[in-house]
């Protein structure tokens, strides 16, 4: 072996490893790869595998954002105009109240059945009551049932099929765009008319609220339609920082149908008022260990709890936010494999390799500012029951724990780069493509192996362990990248290859085959 040291160490230099990554990232190749340690388990030899880092984010990685980027794309277009029912998954997370009432009725039988045995049966009294609190708590303030007509809903998850007089059959789907309401004027930059009479709060509350808003909008329209809509959203912000949301849905729906649910459909935030500050910044409550609880840091008296202060809420309160769309959408029907559905899928994956905030960058002050003031009316915004914010109102925040300050809540909706979105970017129905993105992944590896004529591997064989920084077989980032950059160009040689043979393939058959769609 040479002397490899030298050469290693001149490749470590800044400009050369710059221009190494650089290299390997316009070629597709992961510039964070994880390096494994491979035992093939029936011969003992040792191979060191380098896999991508997976980002999905651009400024983490770029090839792998793309890689992710484009398999949602593949997600997106399998299941929008499927015609079969897809296979059913696991099934949904039972909802809170649901919860509840299995173990109200658990702790019942258990409590008869002690009775009946002649046991002590105060702690499942005790359990009993507690249960049929928090029953009591998730049933007071039920969301009000949307001005809407009900119909059963069924199974069904595909949508209409339509016959043209020539026997053509058409499976239409929609494409719709759903934004927030207005908070006041806006000029074509984004930036408001009038930045003092802009509705920071109202905004800021949308943005956290957007995710339940969302579930409920599809919520009511499965009611409405009376069928299993399956959707693929992508959640974004518009230039004017507020999110929206493009959605492929399944099956046709009229725009009367979708105007109709739009308008009906509110989220009510049920959480306690936030209308009066009562520990301003640097006067914040403090942590007292014994009832693990916080406490006036004055008086040494106890804030109320989270519970307490949900019960405290009146049946004449009102609810401390509402959240709905603005009435303007657009929806398009779109059919399978044409022009329109591939630029609505590039729409739907278009941002995603970006955080929200990344999405439109502030190329001048006026945009600056106003991302600025939104952050700012995010910052002592409550992001969730569980927010350090809670205590600035005088309140316990649920699941307390020492270190919580006002202002300083770590919730992703806070951030400067999610804009009060704290939600996943990709929201899919649990039907779309009746595919994991696991399973999307594993079928593009397949084709690969296939296409490259690969021998396939038995799992079982191999053992895995991560190698970290400190193993001796650990490989420096500049050999790391070395080692993707070889293999990326021996798979484009490969894979521009086996396209060839294909289409030579295809070619000799003659005109009439490989056609197939
Ligand atoms: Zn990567
Ligand atoms: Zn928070």
């Known amino acids: 072996m040479t002397d490899g040291t030298t050469r290693a160490a001149r490749l470590a230099h800044p400009l050369a490893r710059d221009a190494l990554r650089q290299i390997t990232q316009d070629r597709g190749g992961c510039i964070r790869p994880v390096q494994l340690r491979r035992t093939d388990l029936d011969t003992g030899q040792v191979t060191q595998i380098l896999i991508p880092c997976g980002a999905t984010l651009d400024t983490t990685c770029p090839a792998c954002a793309k890689r992710a980027r484009s398999l949602r794309a593949e997600q997106c277009r399998d299941g929008w105009h499927l015609e079969n029912e897809p296979a059913d998954p696991a099934p949904a997370p039972d909802d809170q109240q649901e919860t509840w009432l299995t173990l109200r009725a658990h702790a019942q039988v258990r409590r008869d059945q002690a009775a009946a045995a002649g046991e002590d049966t105060a702690e499942l009294d005790q359990l009993i009551a507690e249960l049929d609190d928090e029953l009591a708590r998730s049933t007071r303030h039920r969301q009000d049932t949307p001005d809407l007509p009900r119909r059963p809903v069924s199974s069904r998850t595909t949508g209409k099929v339509y016959t043209a007089p020539d026997g053509t059959r058409y499976r239409p789907s929609m494409f719709l765009t759903l934004t927030c309401d207005s908070y006041g004027r806006v000029r074509d930059d984004g930036t408001p008319a009038d930045p003092g009479s802009y509705d920071y709060q109202r905004a800021a509350r949308d943005a956290i609220h957007f995710a339940a808003l969302f579930d409920r909008l599809i919520q009511n329209l499965r009611r409405y339609l009376g069928y299993d809509v399956q959707y693929f959203a992508a959640v974004e912000p518009q230039r004017r920082l507020a999110p929206h949301v493009h959605v492929a849905f399944r099956g046709a729906i009229s725009r009367a149908d979708l105007r109709q649910v739009i308008a009906a459909t509110y989220h009510q935030v049920w959480w306690p008022s936030t209308d009066t500050v009562r520990y301003d910044t640097g006067q914040a409550p403090v942590w007292h260990e014994g009832t693990g609880r916080y406490v006036d840091p004055d008086t040494g008296e106890l804030l109320p709890t989270w519970d307490q202060a949900l019960d405290a809420i009146g049946i004449d309160d009102q609810p401390l936010h ?38 439109h960058r502030a190329d001048t002050d006026a945009q600056a500012d106003h991302a600025a003031r939104l952050v700012d009316a995010l910052r002592y915004e409550p992001c969730s029951p569980a927010c350090g914010n ?31 979105y704290a939600g996943r970017r990709v929201l899919t129905s649990r039907k779309w493509s009746g595919k994991t993105l696991d399973d999307h992944r594993a079928a593009r590896k397949a084709w690969l192996v296939a296409m490259l004529e690969l021998p396939a591997t038995d799992p079982a064989r191999y053992q895995w362990e991560r190698v970290s920084p400190s193993d001796r077989d650990a490989m420096s980032p500049t050999r790391r990248l070395l080692h993707i950059l070889d293999e990326r160009s021996r798979w484009q040689g490969a894979l521009t290859e086996a396209r060839r043979r294909s289409r030579d393939q295809a070619q000799e058959r003659g005109p009439q085959e490989g056609f197939a769609a």
């Open 322 to 359: 509402v959240a709905r769309f603005g009435p303007k959408f657009d929806a398009q029907g779109v059919l399978a494999g044409t022009r329109d559905a591939r630029r609505c899928i590039g729409y739907l994956t278009k941002y995603l390799t970006k955080h929200v905030a990344g999405c």
């Open 390 to 420: 809670w205590l600035r109102y005088g309140i316990t925040p649920k699941n307390p724990r020492p270190g919580l300050i006002p202002g300083q809540c770590k919730g992703k909706a806070h951030r400067a780069e999610h804009l009060g």
